[in-house]
C-alpha cells in the first residue's frame, strides 16, 4: 500500500474539470495517479480501460444499482473501502447529501478525490480502517461494505463493528468461492455429527495462508451459506441479493440487551 502524499487532502469538490489542465490532459493526470483498480469514466476518459473482470465495477452495478432508489436525496452513505471511488461517485450522483469514502490506501483516496473533484461532486474522502469505522460519528442511511470482507484477517470483528454504522441499509459484497447452495440447517447436531463437515453446502470459509489470485490479503473466502449465517448471525437480516456475490441487508437483532454484539463478546457476556 501506498504512503504518498496527499495532494487533495481537504479541499473542497471543484467545478467539473475539462479535459486539459496546467498543460497536461486528463489522461496524464489519471495515468499519473497509479494504476486504477476502478474503471471509471471520466468525461470520457477512463481510468482503468484493461482491468482483469472487464468494466469493472459497472458491470456490478448494473444489477446493485436496481435494488437502490435511484433517488436518494437527503440521504447519507458510508462507502467502506471505497478504492477509487466509483460506488460514492453512484451513490452521490442519485443525491445522496452525505457521502462518506474510507480506505487505507492513499493512492486509492488520492484517485477518489481526483474523480470527484473532475465530475464537480461534493465528495467526503477520508483516511480510515474499517477497524476504526465505529469511531466515525453517527449512523448513516447506507453503509456499503464491498469488496473488503475477505481482505481482513478479522472479519467478522469489522463486521460488528460496520453495524453499528447502520441506520438503514447494509450493501455487502464479498468474493464466494465453494457451493453458492443455500439450504436450511438444523440449529444443532450431535458431537458425533461429523458428516456435516463433508457437506460442501455446509457454512464454511476457506483460510487462504499465502495467496490467492496473485493477492496476498485475501485471507478468508465464504462460500454462499458461510455468508448468509454471519450476516444473520451478526444481528442482520437478509432483504435481497441482487446478484450472486452481493446481499442487502437491515440490522435488526444487532443489540442484545441494549448492547451491541460486538461489545457484548469483548467484554465476554455475548
Ligand atoms: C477489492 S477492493 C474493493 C473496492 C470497492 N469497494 C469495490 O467493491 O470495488 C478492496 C478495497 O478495500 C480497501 N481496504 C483493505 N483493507 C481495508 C481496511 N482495513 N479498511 C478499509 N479499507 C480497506 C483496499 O484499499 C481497497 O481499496
Redesign the pocket.
Known sequence: ?SSTADPLAGKPALAPIGAESDGRSLAQRIAELGEW??NLDLHGVHTAPRHFLGD??NI?WQPIGKAIPQDLTGATVL??????G??SIQMKQRGARRVLG????DR?LNQARFAANTLGLDIEFKK??????DEISGQFDYV?????F???RYPLF?LDKVIKKVAGKLVF?T?IRGSEEARIWEDDYPFWNKEIFRDPDFPAVYFIEKSYSHDY?NWWIPNRAAVEAMLRSSGLEILERPESETWICEPRRSTQRGRYILDLELEGTL
Not at 480510515?128 to 469505522?133: G, L
Not at 456499503?144 to 473488503?148: A, D, I, K, T, Y
Open positions: 500500500m483498480f476502478h469493472f465495477p456490478k462507502d467502506i473501502g471505497c478504492n477509487g466509483f460506488y474510507i480506505d487505507v490506501d486509492y480510515c480502517s474499517v477497524y476504526s469505522a456499503l461494505l464491498m469488496g473488503v475477505y481482505h481482513l469489522a459484497q468474493m490479503t
